[in-house]
């Protein structure tokens, strides 16, 4: 009994911050089910972060000036994330010679060991950064998969809060890409 209590003490802020998600989730996937805000008429600047890759270099959102993200937040656990992960691999395919990137960031409070046998085995092509329980400054995330749209000038014109549909995505991506770098 003694271990027990002892593992629960342990993880306790992991498991605060799984329970956390999971009933943000459940709010937002079973009540609200997905939805997209749309910011496009009044876009706020997306905050510059920093975050350590799977190597443990920094990347910063900055990092991709100029081109279309979505800036997606999963973790290995949650089974929406798991499921659109191959139309995220598809539309990165698709879309990434013409200005598109997906910057993935998880919050597996178990980081890197848990994440890169993950993306190994998933074969998951675009960039993945750690960020575990804490928070992103500029992308509140209140269930899991959240992901923000970013045009070329960073700004966030769509936050979609859960599964998001691949066609919807496709065309909000490929709206952006025709706009170029000028807009």
Known sequence: MNKAWGFLAARRRTL?????????????GVLLGPHTQDFSEAPRAAADFALPDLSGK???L???????VL?????TWCAPCL????????????????????????????????????????QVPYPIL????EPVGGFPVRG?????????????????????????????VSTLLSQGADS
Do not use: C, M
């Open 16 to 28: 605060a911050g799984v329970a956390f998600v999971l009933a943000g989730g459940y709010w937002i």
């Open 58 to 60: 920094t990347v910063r």
């Open 62 to 68: 900055s990092d991709f000036k100029g081109r279309v």
């Open 71 to 75: 800036v997606d937040f999963w973790a």
């Open 83 to 122: 499921e659109e992960l191959p139309d995220l691999k598809a539309l990165y395919s698709k879309r990434k010679d013409l200005g598109f990137t997906i910057v993935g960031i998880s919050i597996d409070d178990e980081g890197k060991e848990v994440v890169a046998p993950f993306v190994d085995e998933n």
């Open 130 to 133: 750690i960020a575990g329980l």
């Open 144 to 172: 899991l998969p959240t992901a923000y749209l970013i045009d070329r000038r960073g700004f966030i014109v769509k936050k979609y809060i859960g599964f998001k549909f691949p066609e919807q995505l496709d065309k909000d």
